[in-house]
Each structure stands twice: as structure tokens, then as C-alpha cells.
């Protein structure tokens, strides 16, 4: 059969811009198509162009943006030749959208069985007791536990992973014959993340639809696609069956630059592998020992122990990453260890001092020692600040130094995490989310600290910008000495950065170890199931041509 006259969806040479003549087009000649059964990862940097495609294909382009050339037909349809009320039709009918951070797509205020009744009920016209026994059944259909209560709850009561299946739900309403998955699993738990997917990949198939993954993960592209096409700045440079360009390689420069970033590259033991366990039986650097932190939820007497009795060590010039799921306790971990959190109890040695029972003002000195580059650089960072001033704050506090050593210590310092001197003068808004990441580490960095907590430092970047922050880590680590704790539930960024690990859950450590042994032989069941979540980045064998054809009814 001819794969173009088969297509639910075909993008023709299409072109987008905005009304700002002097800009080159956001999009400029992208072409694919994809026949019933097919899922295709569209993959890139942020700004490449991957979400402006997804709009364009439901005729819903941000602001001015327009339509320059090229043509797009759902099911041999032209988009552009439709009628608004047919437009209307297509999207959510035809063609559903899946973006990311499920609960900003749902309504605050409305119990989400309700929501989705109401979707039924305008695209279906039944009436209202028939809609939410439907609603029911949908929410069974995509592995919502108990489903009847679930439907009485609000958005903000479901887990991230609950409130994407309920988008899921949503946007399978309507039967459409295209899914556009617009990173529909960023910023999730890896287990959380596996299931979700696994639920996409499973209806598509099953109602024979035509997906587009649009993602940065080439993992999850590996092991979930049948195409991948590569986007740089608006074009599609390449388009291959995923087991071809993973097998034979990438033809583009940019592609493999691509994948040769997303690789995993283990980290050599510190100092090797024959001093590691000698440095293991010296003094550690930091100590910590049946540490305990509570929270009492509010308008109850129950408490919540996010950390509960944990105990562990990390030598000079070493990183233990701190792995778990979300709400298992990691950061709260980290900011007990810096005080930004008081402990309830247990034992906090560094350097051989037990900094616990220190007050305020003598953990100043051991503060400078330990600092924390923060999740969320961007919310850390004082937005009326420039660069050049929030690098400069923590020297004012640690040193005396004139003003022109501190300009001086600035660039060196953002020449250090290789930000351009450029940038000083620029305010955070202005920056990349990995130039973000820079100037908190550059930040953490002003004092020379002996050692850094590192919360999620590569989760939610590019693929590239991921692999530079990890390179950067790594270069500090081995030209300063730091030691280090890396809070992430990114894997596969753990063996290129940890030299052990601890796994966190329900604010215990429920398994700890070297990075390689935990990851080869993982003794607990808990460690095993977040490790079978990770993707890694190898070629599966190809769908078979006729899985892929699917009957045109459906």
C-alpha cells in the first residue's frame, strides 16, 4: 500500500512565520506523513520548532503567526480549506493535543469526572447521566485506580502521573484519528513517565491511530517510536525509521552531535578504582547519621516523616547521587544538611564537626563550605538583579574584597561555568534554562565551597544542554575537588555523574551502594522497578509493515 495515499496526516512543505518581515520562518519546508498505527518522535532543542508544528497542525499558531506555504491534510483534507465550524471539528474531534503539566490544562474548579462528562456531553450529545457513567469507564480504561472516587476529585488532588491520564482521557474522547503528544511526560517520575507512555503507545495502537512524540528524550523515542525526525531552528533535517538511525547512525552532523550527547558516559572512581575503597575507610567528608525530619499536616494530628532515620556518607572529591521518586524525601534531605530546614533529629557531621548543634551564627563558616544549587534556577535567581550582581552577592558575604577584585571574581567565576561575559548584564528572564543552571552553580561556586548539593540539575533540558551541564559538573568536581550530592530521578544522568548511589523512598534509603553495582545488580524490589523505567537508548526491531496497517474504519 502507498504510505502517502494511507496517511491520517500529511504535512506538505509547510512554512510558518510571524508578521515581522525580517525574521526568517519558524518553520521553513517540513514534510512528513503518517499512516494509521505509526508513532513518529519529533525530536530538538527547545526553539527548534516542535510545538509550533503541533499547533500549526490544528490551525491554532500563537499570536500573528500564519501559514507562508506548504499544505496540511488530516485524512486527505486540507486544513487551511476548512470552515471554522469544521476547523472547530478537528480539533479535539479529528486531531487531540496532549500538552505537558496536566493540571494547568485542566480547570481548578471543576471536579474532573465533571470535566470530562461535559467533553462527552458537547461532543457525543447524550445526556448528563449517561455522560459521567461514560466518564467512568474511560477513566477505568486508562488505569485509573478506583476510579468512581477519582472522578469527585479535583485536579489539584490527583498525582501529576493521575492528572495526565485524565488528559488522556480527555483526549481520547472524541475517537480522533491523529494524537499530538506535545512532551506529555516532562518533569514526571521516571515510573510515573513509563506508564503514561505505555498507556499512549497502547491506544494508539489499539485504535489505530496516527501519534506524534514530540520530545527531547531519545530514549523514549528508542523505545517507543518508528520514526524519528530531527528539527533544528524550524526545519526537519532528517526523518529515518527509528532503527535505522539507530543501527546505521544518524546522516546529519546535528543528529549525531544529538545522540553522542544523550549517551551515557560512566564516571571513573574516585581517585580510581583501587584508591575509591581506601578513601571510603578515611575520615568521610560529610557524616549523616539517623537523621529524622517531620511535618504535621495542617488541620490533623498525623505527621508525615520525609526523612526518616537516614544514614549516609560521602568522601572528599566524591558524588553520591540521591535517587527516588517524587515526595520520597530527597530534597528535604538536602536542605536539612545546609539548614535551610531544621532536623528533627539524628547526627550532621562535616569535616568531623557536628554542625547540628551549632547556633545560626557559627554555621555561617561551615555554610560557606556547603552550598545547594537550587531545582528551579529561575525562581531562585532575584529577577530585578543582572547576572553580574546575584554572582556577586555571596562574595560580599564571604570575603572582603574590593569592588574591582569582585568584578573580577565575577567573570571569572561565569567564565568557570561558561557563561559569556556578555551576559553579565543581562537579567535572569533573558536567559536560557541552562544558562540558568550556570549562574546558580556559579553562585553556589563564589565562596569555593569543599561541597555542593546539586537538586535536579539536568531534569527538563535539552538533550545537549544536559550533556554540557554534566560535563561542567564533572570538570568542577575534577578541578576544584568538590565533593558532592546529586538529587535527581533523571537515571541516566546518575552513571555519568555519581560514583555512588543511595535510593530514596518514603523518606528512607532503602538501598545504597556503587553507581555500576546498584545499577547491575539491584538487591531491592523498589530499586529494580526505577531502574527498569529508564530508557536507555538502543534500537528495538522495527513494527512489522502489517501491525501498521490498520483497517480504515478505524
Known amino acids: 500500500m502507498n504510505q502517502v495515499a494511507d496517511a491520517l496526516l500529511e504535512v506538505r512543505n509547510l512554512s510558518v512565520g510571524f508578521s515581522d518581515a525580517q525574521a526568517s520562518p519558524a518553520l521553513r519546508g517540513v514534510s512528513f506523513s503518517l499512516r494509521p498505527g505509526e508513532i513518529l518522535g519529533i525530536v530538538g532543542e527547545t526553539g527548534a520548532g516542535k510545538s509550533l508544528l503541533a ?5 491554532m499558531l500563537p499570536g500573528d503567526g500564519r501559514i507562508l506555504d506548504g499544505e496540511i491534510l488530516v485524512r486527505g483534507q486540507s486544513v487551511s480549506r476548512m470552515t471554522e465550524a469544521q476547523k472547530r471539528g478537528l480539533r479535539g474531534g479529528e486531531v487531540a493535543l496532549i500538552g505537558t503539566n496536566a493540571k494547568s490544562l485542566l480547570d481548578p474548579v471543576v471536579k474532573v469526572g465533571e470535566q470530562i462528562a461535559r467533553v462527552l456531553r458537547a461532543h457525543r450529545g447524550i445526556d448528563k447521566a449517561q455522560a459521567w457513567r461514560e466518564a467512568i469507564a474511560l477513566f477505568e480504561q486508562v488505569g485509573i485506580v478506583n476510579p468512581e472516587r477519582r472522578a469527585h476529585a479535583y485536579p489539584h488532588e490527583l498525582s501529576g502521573g493521575m492528572a495526565q491520564r485524565v488528559v488522556i482521557a480527555m483526549a481520547l474522547i472524541a475517537q480522533p484519528k491523529v494524537l499530538l503528544a506535545d512532551d506529555a511526560t516532562l ?40 520514526r524519528v525526525g530531527i528539527m533544528k531552528s524550524g526545519e526537519l533535517l532528517e526523518l529515518e525509521s527509528v532503527h535505522s538511525f539507530l543501527t546505521q547512525g544518524p546522516r546529519h552532523p546535528y543528529s549525531r552531535e544529538l545522540l553522542e550527547a544523550a549517551k551515557v558516559r560512566p564516571l571513573p572512581m574516585v581517585p580510581d578504582a583501587s584508591a575509591s575503597a581506601g578513601s571510603r575507610n578515611e575520615q568521610p567528608l560529610l557524616e549523616v547519621t539517623d537523621l529524622v525530619k517531620t511535618f504535621h499536616v495542617d488541620g490533623s494530628s498525623d505527621v508525615v516523616r520525609a526523612v526518616d532515620h537516614v544514614s549516609l556518607t560521602i568522601a572528599r572529591g566524591e558524588t553520591l547521587a540521591l535517587v527516588g521518586e517524587s515526595g520520597s524525601g530527597k530534597t528535604t534531605m538536602g536542605q536539612c544538611l545546609v539548614r535551610l530546614l531544621a532536623s528533627d533529629a539524628g547526627s550532621i557531621r562535616f569535616d568531623g564537626q557536628e554542625t547540628l548543634a551549632l547556633s545560626d551564627k557559627a554555621f555561617r563558616s561551615v555554610r560557606r563550605r556547603m552550598q545547594m544549587v537550587f531545582q528551579e534556577p529561575y525562581v531562585a535567581l532575584n529577577p530585578r538583579w543582572r547576572v553580574r550582581e546575584l554572582v556577586a552577592e555571596p562574595l560580599k558575604l564571604g570575603e572582603v574584597l574590593s569592588r574591582t577584585e569582585r568584578d573580577a571574581r565575577v567573570m571569572e567565576l561565569l567564565d568557570l561555568v561558561g557563561i559569556a561575559s556578555a551576559k553579565a548584564n543581562a537579567y535572569p528572564h533573558e536567559l536560557t534554562a541552562g544558562e540558568q543552571k550556570r549562574v546558580g552553580i556559579a553562585r553556589a561556586l563564589a565562596v569555593r565551597p569543599d561541597f555542593v ?57 532503602v538501598e545504597q551502594g556503587p553507581t555500576e553495582q546498584i545499577f547491575s545488580q539491584p538487591k531491592e524490589a523498589y530499586t529494580r522497578k526505577l531502574l527498569e523505567a529508564e530508557l536507555p537508548i538502543e534500537a528495538k526491531e522495527p513494527v512489522p509493515t502489517a501491525t501498521l496497517e490498520t483497517a480504515e474504519a478505524l
Not at 499547533?55 to 490551525?59: E, G, M, P, T
Open 187 to 226: 518533569g514526571l517520575d521516571a515510573t510515573i513517565q513509563l506508564q503514561v507512555l505505555d498507556l499512549l503507545v497502547q491506544k494508539g495502537r489499539e485504535l489505530g491511530l496516527a501519534v506524534v512524540l514530540i520530545t527531547h528524550d531519545l530514549g523514549m523515542v528508542a523505545a517507543y517510536c518508528d
Open 453 to 509: 548539593i546539586f537538586d535536579e540539575p539536568t531534569t527538563a533540558l535539552d538533550i545537549r544542554v544536559r550533556a554540557q551541564i554534566i560535563d561542567l559538573v564533572r570538570d568542577l568536581q575534577k578541578r576544584m575537588g568538590l565533593s558532592a550530592l546529586f538529587i535527581t530521578h533523571d537515571l541516566n544522568s546518575v552513571r555519568s555523574l555519581a560514583h555512588y548511589v543511595a535510593v530514596m523512598r518514603h523518606g528512607k534509603i
Open 55 to 59: 499547533r500549526a497542525i490544528i490551525d
